[in-house]
């Protein structure tokens, strides 16, 4: 069946430094989406990506889409303590049917 | 603007108790789901409703049922809780009529079974 793997599970990044985060799906997407969680609590929605190769930026954070539509990135330059949190990439493998990644939990040391 | 609105926020059941969790959303949206949540696990898909009157099993269904009780409200039942079943559980809703699908998350329930 559909499966979403990240990497890595864990990152710990001095105040800063730069952070990326990989999504990996077994099948094609039809688009893919990012969300994060502070801890304590709810997925909140970041983004989406639709087309094959597509690069979005919302400010210091940086979204890819693979050209083959089977792997996504998250790029966050600089760090900081706010970015902490688990983030997730989602990419339904049907239309209704709604996967998530296994997540990336980013702990920034201040 | 309520969003998603889930009750209860906490809950101890002992084992072989059963609950519903409920789920509620104002936001006229079609798509229901169900998730949990454990440590390193990331999000599980439970159960779905792609539109009211219809459910569907997601990738961790077992031990649970759902009901889609109109377009508003999608609940969870644990008919015998186990321990394995501890966990924070999120309800989410999504309008698969718009171009941008995300889905929005419900607080979440932190169910302990004991």
């Known amino acids: 069946g559909q499966q979403v793997m990240q990497i890595p599970q864990y990152q710990h990044v001095q105040e800063g430094e730069d952070f990326t985060t990989y999504c990996n799906s077994s099948t094609t997407l039809s688009n893919i989406q990012w969300y994060k969680q502070r801890p304590g609590g709810h997925p909140v929605f970041l983004i989406q990506l639709v087309k094959s190769g597509e690069v979005k930026k919302q400010k210091r954070l940086t979204f890819q889409f693979g050209e083959a539509k089977k792997n996504s990135s998250l790029h966050i330059t600089a760090t900081q303590t706010t970015d902490v949190g688990t983030y997730f990439c989602a990419g339904p493998p049907g239309t209704y049917k709604y996967i998530f990644g296994t997540g990336t939990r980013l702990k920034v040391l201040a | 603007n309520a969003g998603v609105t889930q009750t209860p926020k906490f809950q101890v059941l002992k084992t072989g108790q059963s609950m519903t969790l409920q789920c509620a959303q104002d936001?006229?949206?079609?798509?229901m789901y169900w998730y949990r949540q454990d440590p390193g696990m990331g999000l599980r898909l439970i159960y779905y409703?792609?539109?009211?009157?219809?459910?569907d099993k997601g990738e961790v269904p077992n031990g649970y049922n759902v009901s889609r009780l109109n377009k508003r409200e999608f609940s969870l039942r644990l008919e015998s809780a186990a321990p394995s079943q501890t966990s924070v559980y999120f309800c989410?809703?999504?309008?698969?009529?718009?171009?941008?699908?995300?889905?929005?998350f419900g607080q979440g329930t932190r169910l302990t079974v004991v």
């Open positions: 409703s792609a539109s009211e009157g219809t459910t």
């Open positions: 936001m006229n949206h079609n798509s």
């Open positions: 989410a809703s999504r309008d698969m009529g718009q171009p941008d699908t995300e889905a929005f």
